[in-house]
């Protein structure tokens, strides 16, 4: 069984900065791209940024500058860095993996249960 959890969400004043982390655990053989989607009410999920195990990163233009991706694959971990904060960012963000695991001969896609980030002006 694989789980992701995340952690770092909060309240935040605009043009301040969080952290948020991912861990991904279980039976896991190899993580494939990890990546941060986030949500408000009403509207579908959308891509914040995603990147590969060799570290390549891609990020959704409304990001790019204030928010930085990074994962440490020693330890199964994504983050997402968020400077700049607008009240706009204000969503919940899940963690996203495709992930090998020892069960399945090709990747299953796998969601966190999200965490609350709010941006006051």
């Known amino acids: 069984q694989v789980k992701l959890v995340e952690s770092g969400g909060g309240l935040v004043q605009a043009g301040g900065s969080l952290r948020l982390s991912c861990v991904a655990s279980g039976s896991i053989f190899r993580i494939e791209v990890m990546g941060w989607y986030r949500q408000t009410p009403g509207k579908q999920r959308e891509l914040v940024a995603h990147?590969?195990?060799?570290?390549?990163?891609n990020y959704a233009d409304f990001v790019k500058g204030r928010f930085t991706i990074s994962r440490d694959n020693a330890i199964n971990t994504v983050y997402l860095q968020m400077n700049s904060l607008k009240p706009e960012d204000t969503a919940v963000y899940y963690c996203?993996?495709?992930?090998?695991?020892?069960?399945?001969?090709?990747?299953?896609?796998?969601w966190g249960q999200g965490t609350q980030v709010t941006v006051s002006s």
């Open positions: 990147i590969t195990s060799g570290g390549s990163a």
């Open positions: 996203n993996a495709w992930i090998l695991s020892g069960a399945t001969i090709s990747p299953t896609n796998y």
